[in-house]
């Protein structure tokens, strides 16, 4: 069974970058996609971009489009979203996710 474990996050202040792990554990992995999403108290999970696992062409949330990379390193089996000029309104708990199950959540806090 696989397992997605995630690293990174944390507070930064607004301006700031951040790095998170998206890692796949146990049996062999090979998603068609991965994607990250985040999610606010009371709000649903919105989408912040993919990566197509095999080609490593990304996409993106128009909100994040270009403060925000997602790449991946798939003999390792993890994916990354490193983030740039971050603000306020991208605090959040972010989750990696390949469309049927998730990782446990990082939460990231950007102080204005």
């Known amino acids: 069974q696989v397992q997605l474990v995630q690293s990174g996050g944390g507070l930064v202040q607004a301006g700031g970058s951040l790095r998170l792990s998206c890692v796949a554990s146990?049996?062999?992995?090979?998603?068609?996609?991965m994607a990250w999403f985040r999610q606010v108290p009371g709000k649903e999970r919105s989408f912040v971009g993919l990566?197509?696992?095999?080609?490593?062409?990304?996409y993106y949330a128009n909100s994040v489009k270009g403060r925000f990379t997602i790449s991946r390193h798939a003999a390792n089996n993890t994916m990354f979203l490193q983030m740039h000029s971050l603000k306020p309104e991208d605090t959040a708990v972010y989750y990696c996710?390949?469309?049927?199950?998730w990782g446990q959540g990082s939460q990231v806090t950007v102080s204005s």
């Open positions: 990566i197509n696992w095999s080609t490593g062409t990304a």
């Open positions: 996710t390949p469309d049927s199950f």
């Open positions: 146990g049996r062999a992995f090979r998603p068609s996609n």
